[in-house]
Nanobody, 123 residues
Framework: QVQLVESGGGLVQAGGSLRLSCAAS????????AGWFRQAPGKERDFIAA????????YYADSVKGRFTISRDNAENTVYLQMNSLKPEDTAVYFC????????????????WGQGTQVTVSS
């Protein structure tokens, strides 16, 4: 199993940008699909984006399409989430997830999860 650690969260003004990183250790991360989720206070954890193990396939939630970009560097065992044009409603704890099975990542049933990183967008 892989272990995941997110970083890059923080406080940003509306319209600004942040890049989140998810560093993986453990088993061969290059054969894992990966994704990002977020959870706002009092709400369920929502899917944001996913990327295939090769990095050639990506999938986004409608709420972030065109603003967020997921990418990965398998040589560095890291997945990124570039977030542009941030809105106050993007405020949440952001989680990284990984699993060898694409459907498990997209379905929120990944075997590995990070601890999360807080993103706060001020208006």
């Amino acid at each position: 199993q892989v272990q995941l650690v997110e970083s890059g969260g923080g406080l940003v003004q509306a319209g600004g940008s942040l890049r989140l990183s998810c560093a993986a250790s453990g088993r061969a991360f290059s054969v894992y699909a990966a994704g990002w989720f977020r959870q706002a206070p009092g709400k369920e954890r929502d899917f944001i984006a996913a990327i295939s193990f090769t990095g050639t396939g990506t999938y986004y939630a409608d709420s972030v399409k065109g603003r967020f970009t997921i990418s990965r560097d398998n040589a560095e065992n890291t997945v990124y989430l570039q977030m542009n044009s941030l809105k106050p409603e993007d405020t949440a704890v952001y989680f990284c997830a990984a699993d060898p099975r694409w459907t498990m990542v997209v379905g929120g049933k990944s075997g590995a999860w990070g601890q999360g990183t807080q993103v706060t967008v001020s208006s």
